[in-house]
């Protein structure tokens, strides 16, 4: 088992939890603020409102240029969403496991955030 995968749970200052629970399938944010997650619900309903939007557009053979502009919208749409929760991810969970975390559960969290910074640039 990795460093990674053995960062279980660290709480911030403000008493919430970043990390998962191994006894969970996969990884579950633990502790998420409700105002963030109800902002990213309704940017995602929005968004997923919109990518029907485009489906009729092509369905409909509407000008490629109209549905290319949509296609960028859509994309800000989801990158504002990938900013709210990288800022609450490098807010909570990164800021905690590099300040009270042990050599190995930063290295970890050093390598998640490289990871996710390039796979979010491109």
Known sequence: ??????????????????????????????????????????????????????????EEDRYCADILMQVSSTQEALRAVARALMRNHLTHCAANAIRAGSEAEREAMYDELLGMIYKNAR
């Open 1 to 58: 088992m990795t460093a990674k995968e053995k960062m279980i749970k660290h709480s911030t200052d403000a008493g919430q939890l970043c990390a998962h629970d191994s006894d969970l399938n996969g990884r579950k944010a633990v502790g998420v603020d409700p105002g963030l997650k109800s902002s990213n619900l309704r940017r995602l309903r929005r968004i997923e409102g919109q990518i029907r939007g485009l489906q009729r557009m092509v």
